[in-house]
């Protein structure tokens, strides 16, 4: 089976901030497994990757924190970068309780060429994703309604999946944390 396109959202070695007032019980752990950087490419490359076409696309979610390092590692499997991707969340996290974070990244790889996006579908998206968040991990159905949009043909993969969609194989070890609403 080969697929031409992946959405990546990695289980990123991430913990919650301090323990909060209103939930003193609450651990800092988040409610699934999380992985190193090394763990999560190794994962991919012999569970996922192995199974791309000759020409296809990566679609990588990340935070400001892994955003530099899951850009690096894909450069240093010949991906190529084509576009940044920012979800806006119209909400978020005050870390410190500095400045809220209602951002994520997609950044859009690709290998050896570009696939070719569907010619109605030009020009008509932008580099941000406005839709807000829901609990966390759940990533916006704008994203997947776009990347569907652009390449409406291809065998599709969502990779630590969460959620199921229609028209994407779903890849991960909590594929129905989420029920569709």
């Keep these: 089976m080969q697929y031409s396109h992946f959405v990546v959202d990695p289980p990123w070695l991430q ?7 209103v ?5 800092r752990d988040l409610d699934y497994p999380t992985l190193s950087i090394p763990d999560i490419f190794s994962l991919l490359d012999t569970e996922v990757f192995s199974l791309a076409a000759d020409k296809h696309n990566v679609f990588l ?19 190529k970068r084509h576009a940044r991707f920012v ?8 870390p410190a309780f500095t400045v809220r974070y209602s951002h994520e990244y997609l ?22 994703i406005r839709e807000s968040s829901r609990q966390h991990s759940r990533k916006p159905d704008a994203a997947y309604a776009l990347i569907d949009s652009i390449y409406p043909t291809g065998k599709r993969m969502d990779v630590f999946s969460r959620e199921k969609r229609k028209g994407w194989d779903q890849w991960g ?3 129905a944390h989420f029920q569709c609403d």
């Design 61 to 79: 979610w990340a935070i400001d924190k892994y955003l530099h390092d899951g850009e690096a590692a894909m450069e240093e499997r010949g991906y």
């Design 23 to 27: 939930t003193p019980n609450q651990g």
């Design 15 to 21: 913990r919650k901030g301090g323990k909060r007032r």
């Design 173 to 175: 070890n909590d594929t």
């Design 107 to 128: 950044t859009w790889f690709y290998k050896p060429k570009l696939l070719t996006i569907d010619p109605s579908q030009r020009g008509k998206h932008t580099t941000v």
């Design 87 to 94: 979800w806006d969340k119209t909400n978020g996290v005050s």
